[in-house]
């Protein structure tokens, strides 16, 4: 059965800190792909970034990097410099090949304080 | 461009009462539809998928049931709500291969008193 696991579940940094946000995951097969999502206060989640199991190459967008280690089954994400509008609770997220559906973790809520 | 729509964006119903929350997708065809819930302090479970219309799948059993009418249309009712049934409700779509993932809607906040 799959499972997406975020033990962290609110972190607070000062701002202009760099914060990794923790994703392990489960599955039984081989291909499948890895999601973040962030739910600002309004609500509304925004995709983030997928990944696919064969690809292992880690990824930077802006400050933005995830991090994706199949020996460990993690993908996480950290953010370089955080900013105040980083705020928001971070959903990782796993879909398995022959599904149609994605199943995602509890979450981790951020906090930049200023 | 694919837009998605879902309302209404709050909701206080009584105990008891029946509940029908919209969602509709413009600009795609066949879209694979969710809904999902998100009670406080806790993570997005997913209710119910659709992969076509009126092909329903439901992930746990519970007092509300899924509907799709239409290719772009998905429902969510209720006949009776319970207080459990308050939370944060998302609708969302995507492609059939999961490419670029979901697009969620607003959500509708929904409050059983």
């Known amino acids: 059965a799959q499972k997406v696991t975020q033990a962290q579940t609110e972190i607070s940094v000062v701002e202009k800190e760099d914060v990794t946000l923790d994703c392990v995951y489960e599955t039984r097969d081989t291909t499948y792909y890895l999601f973040w999502y962030k739910q600002p206060p309004s609500g509304e989640l925004v995709f983030l970034i997928r990944?696919?199991?064969?690809?292992?190459q880690n990824e930077i967008s802006g400050r933005y990097s995830w991090n994706f280690q199949k020996s460990t089954s993690s993908f996480n994400f950290t953010i370089t410099a955080s900013q105040v509008v980083d705020s928001a609770v971070y959903f990782c997220a796993l879909s398995e090949a022959q599904d149609d559906k994605i199943i995602f973790g509890k979450g981790t809520r951020l906090h930049i304080l200023p | 461009s694919q837009t998605i729509h879902q309302w209404p964006a709050t909701l206080v119903q009584p105990v008891g009462s029946p509940l029908s929350l919209e969602c509709t997708v413009e600009g795609t065809s066949n879209p694979n539809l969710y809904w999902y819930r998100q009670a406080a302090g806790r993570g997005l479970q997913l209710l119910f998928y659709s992969i076509g219309i009126g092909q329903i799948s439901s992930e746990v059993p519970q007092n509300l049931s899924a509907s799709r009418p239409q290719d772009r249309q998905f429902i969510l009712s209720s006949k009776k709500l319970l207080l459990s049934d308050s939370g944060f409700y998302l609708c969302?779509?995507?492609?059939?291969?999961?490419?670029?993932?979901?697009?969620f809607g607003s959500g509708t906040r929904l409050t059983v008193v």
């Open positions: 990944r696919n199991s064969f690809d292992e």
């Open positions: 969302a779509w995507s492609v059939a291969t999961l490419v670029g993932g979901y697009t």
